[in-house]
């Protein structure tokens, strides 16, 4: 059975039905320059609000390295021996180690970033001021092993909200602006202890590496409290966002990814996305180029 020259018209679409199609694809935002816009706005507000994540990483990184900042005055006051000191240094790893895959996990089941990440904040600001009244090695190891429990939510917790907004052409800058808060913290941790060892030795009958503690976790509690007010949660249910934001935030996430919410790639559970991530070779392989750059000399 043929097909007539003006049968076969008909099945082909026209010019004008094409660029109608093309522009259906915005057409709930207003058109192209309309959508083009508010996307603008978009990210200019979603920038400014996770900006604070660098400098909670400075905080999260200072809380991490302070023990070796205050290295003489922590080996006097808690008469450490032998390894312990290295011993102390080493312990936070495995609490961190432990904890960074269930943290990420926990996240996405509650799906209040704005809440948990500041909540693990004053979490560990609590435990590195509880670090000055530590009295022994036991004390100081029992606080840097929880230390390391909680402040390991941060930094894949982090990771993992950026790249619940931002399409993965504009991951890569985020990431890079997020992880200068590494290289920060080491002019400014060096600047807060000098100032502390410096002038504060005795002050109150305390001495200056305990001051240190207090005064770096008292830092990080204030910020992860301003922080509740201002971290974004998922598109889905951050209150702050419009309905048309709202709409495009979720359908950037559809084009760049092919979905559009969380609960989309769990249909196997709550621990699917973990068992996606376990037989994806490309996991695996950053895994191991992580591995060298942490053993390299």
């Not at 099945?11 to 039905?17: F, T």
């Not at 060892?197 to 976790?217: H, P, S, T, V």
Request: charged letters at 20%; one cysteine or more; a negative charge.
């Amino acid at each position: 059975m043929s097909i007539g020259h003006s049968d076969a018209a008909s099945i082909l679409p026209s010019k004008e039905h094409v660029d109608y199609e093309e522009l259906d694809l915005d057409i709930e935002f207003g058109g192209l320059e309309a959508r083009n816009k508010l996307e603008r706005k978009l990210l200019w507000k979603l920038d400014l609000r996770m900006s604070i994540l660098v400098l909670i990483y400075i905080l999260n990184y200072i809380d991490r390295i302070n023990v070796s900042t205050v290295r003489s005055g922590l080996t006097t006051g808690l008469h450490l021996e032998g390894q312990q000191y290295a011993t102390l240094l080493s312990i936070l790893l495995v609490g961190y180690i432990i904890m960074q895959t269930p943290s990420n996990m926990f996240l996405n089941y509650i799906e209040k970033p704005s809440l948990y990440l500041p909540a693990c904040m004053v979490v560990w600001g609590v435990i590195s001021a509880l670090t000055g009244i530590t009295t022994n090695f036991v004390g100081a190891l029992l606080t840097r092993f929880f230390l390391g429990f909680v402040e390991a939510a941060f930094f894949p917790g982090a990771v993992f909200l950026i790249s619940k907004w931002y399409k993965r052409t504009e991951i890569g800058l985020r990431l890079a602006i997020l992880y200068c808060g590494n290289v920060i913290s080491n002019a400014f941790g060096a600047l807060i202890a000098s100032g502390i060892l410096a002038n504060m030795n005795n002050d109150l009958g305390q001495a200056a590496w305990r001051w240190l503690f207090y005064i770096e976790g008292a830092l990080t509690i204030s910020v992860a409290i301003i922080a509740v007010f201002i971290l974004p949660d998922f598109p889905t249910n951050t209150k702050w966002l419009s309905d048309d934001e709202r709409r495009l935030a979720l359908k950037r996430m559809e084009e760049d990814a092919g979905v559009g919410d969380q609960s989309e790639t769990e249909h196997g559970g709550r621990g699917h996305g973990f068992y996606l991530a376990v037989i994806d070779w490309k996991v695996w392989w950053l895994k191991s180029f992580l591995d060298l750059d942490q053993v390299a000399p």
